[in-house]
């Protein structure tokens, strides 16, 4: 704000003199198109949702059990083919 | 001492920066008013005057991420404002620079002659007089005499000293007043004698 009168004075009669016609308000859809244009709020990395994380922790839980399976299996075959091994030995002694 | 409107400003910015809705919105609510009504008298058409409004916040989203407090947001976003108001003229008139620096040089503006001049004309013909004038001192005139800004946000908002901004503001009255019908019409008959 000028704190001078004459100052003052001055600017309210040039405002007077250019004539105060009022400036038409702008178009009601501007606010929001401006609004609108605004930076939006960025979404969480995808490894940082929820959801992803469960489907991420069920799928490692599905590979460990099949995992786990597929040793299982594994690991009696090894056995019935030590057992057949010692019934041979066993026949040959 | 930073004003608080400087610090709301800037803190709404920062928030809208980072997709704040609310924050934009109350910006938005704060600077579009002025912004719109200095684009409407520098260009005298509502839909030049939107589009302007419009492109000048756009800026200042970009400009938002990366905002430092060395300025006002307002007189910032005054100063985007009258920028595009000089690029919308230069694409528009080409052949009419922003600034017309021969204006005023030896206009003599004592305080009152102008107003004395604009009194004996009716107010369309000093509005067509003002929209005759260089867009450099119909920006200075307007600020002056429409926003409550003072010659020190004038200045920051033009990117002038206030020396300048009180030169340019003496200028622009003496090229007003040479453009209102009595001044020409003085002009046309000290001619003919």
Redesign the interface.
């Known amino acids: ?2 704190h001078d009168p ?1 100052a003052r004075t ?2 309210r ?3 007077e ?3 105060l ?1 009022p ?2 308000a ?2 009601p859809h ?2 929001k ?3 609108d ?6 979404p969480a990395a995808g490894w940082r949702r929820p959801r992803f994380a469960l489907a991420l922790t069920a799928a490692l839980l599905v590979v460990a059990v099949s995992f786990h399976a597929w040793r299982s299996a594994n690991e009696d075959s090894e056995l019935a083919d030590v057992d057949e091994l010692a019934a041979a030995s066993l026949l040959v002694l | 001492m930073i004003p608080n409107s400087w610090r709301d400003d800037a803190a709404l910015l920062k928030r ?6 609310e924050a ?2 109350a910006l ?2 704060r600077l ?2 002025a912004g ?2 200095l684009a ?2 520098m260009t005298g058409i ?1 839909a030049v ?2 589009d302007i ?2 492109e000048a ?2 800026r200042l ?1 970009q400009t ?2 990366r905002w430092e407090p060395r300025a006002s947001v307002r007189t910032f976003f005054t100063r985007i404002v009258i920028n595009l108001c000089y690029d919308h003229h230069r694409a528009n008139f080409p052949d009419q620079p922003v600034e017309d620096t021969a204006a005023g040089e030896t206009a003599d503006d004592a ?1 009152g002659v ?2 004395e001049m ?2 004996r004309e009716s ?2 013909e ?2 067509a007089a ?1 929209y005759r004038i260089a867009p450099r001192y119909r920006a200075v ?2 600020m ?3 926003s ?1 800004m ?2 020190r946000d004038i200045a920051a908002a033009m990117d002038l000293s206030q020396n300048a901004v009180h030169q340019l503001l003496f200028r622009a ?1 003496a090229a007003l007043r040479a453009q209102l019908p009595n001044a020409q019409n003085a002009k046309g008959k000290s001619h003919v004698a």
């Open positions: 704000m000028s004459n001055s600017r009669q040039l405002s003199l250019l004539g016609a400036c038409p702008p178009a501007l606010f198109a401006i609004v244009s605004a930076p939006q709020a960025r | 809208a920066s980072g997709g704040d809705r934009s919105a938005v609510r579009m008013p719109h009504a409407w008298r509502t005057a939107e409004v419009q916040f756009i989203w938002a991420m305080p102008l107003e604009a009194a107010r369309s000093v509005r003002l005139l307007v002056w005499a429409y409550e003072n010659v009255r």
